[in-house]
């Protein structure tokens, strides 16, 4: 379980400055209509917390992919001057499918970061909802091969050591086969893109997370749980939430009330953390 022990300064330094994010995320889309919801802990801090998890050290947000890709366009048209966004298609060997909203000149790089070529600055993530197929076989399909695309996309970039054996040996041997035939995360991802508009559908009942396929398939849900959205306190502000969100934490975290014993917490194991000019 991957958990960092701050001490109380450095953690509430690096929340403020993700809540500055937050704030100047939810501008641009409220300024361009554009709709985000709290996702992942970040929901659940919503929910139970009003604000943060005590121990949690990043920002978590999700936007269906129509909303994200008019995001993408609209910020990296303005030339910001304080953030950066890291995607697949601002950075050809960034190997997640998930976005970073970042803070320009801070840093909070994890021990992968020394084999890429780009940096991880303070941040908050963005993720985004396709549709999911309709019928059965052409779900199952979907799934399996969005799950392989993930894989096959972080096994381009970097070698994984923090694995058991076995897992170990079949990343690193993905990593030297996909670079051996010199296939890049860059032609990966058009290649997963173009999969997924395939089966682009505002009418299927079910929409999923792709880039969630670190340990398992990609996250499902109802369509109708993002039909609409309520507002929450979180810190000095009020956030979006999807509708259902009781629905939505229960599929992620159970007894989503309960606080988890100490051995089952988590957040991000840092290696550098530099907080730049703020």
């Known amino acids: ?30 300024e361009n209509n554009l709709t985000y919801y709290m996702y992942a802990g970040s929901l659940l801090g919503a929910v139970r917390h009003n604000g943060f998890i005590p121990w949690d050290d990043d920002l978590d947000v999700i936007m269906f992919r129509d909303d994200f890709e008019k995001f993408k366009e609209i910020f990296i048209a303005s030339n910001n001057e304080t953030y950066e966004l890291l995607s697949n298609e601002t950075e050809k060997d960034y190997f997640h499918l998930l976005s970073k909203l970042m803070i320009k000149g801070t840093k909070f790089e994890e021990g992968w970061v020394s084999q890429v070529d780009f940096h991880i600055g303070i941040n ?17 399909y979907q799934l399996k091969k969005s799950f392989l695309y993930n894989k096959l996309l972080i096994m381009s970039k970097i070698k994984l050591d923090n694995l058991p054996f076995i897992t170990k040996v079949i990343t690193h041997t993905g990593y030297h086969i996909l670079n051996l035939l010199k296939i890049k995360p860059a ?80 957040n991000h194991i840092t290696e550098t953390i530099d907080f730049g000019k703020y």
Do not use: W
Request: aromatic letters at 14%; proline letters at 3%; glycine letters at 2%.
């Open 1 to 30: 379980m991957k958990y960092t022990e701050y001490d109380n300064q450095t953690l509430n330094h690096l929340q403020n400055l993700e809540l500055m994010i937050l704030k100047d995320f939810i501008k641009i889309c409220e």
């Open 124 to 140: 908050m993530d963005i993720f985004v909802l396709d549709d999911l197929a309709e019928g059965k076989f052409k779900r199952s």
């Open 187 to 266: 032609t990966l991802n058009k290649r997963c893109l173009s999969f997924l508009r395939k089966y682009k559908n505002s009418n299927s009942e079910y929409v999923f997370d792709i880039s969630a396929t670190a340990e398992e398939y990609p996250l499902i849900f109802r369509r109708d749980d993002f039909k609409s959205i309520t507002k929450i306190k979180f810190e000095d502000i009020e956030v979006n939430v999807p509708v259902n969100y009781d629905h939505i934490l229960k599929s992620l975290y159970g007894d989503y009330m309960q606080l988890p014993p100490k051995e089952d917490r988590y």
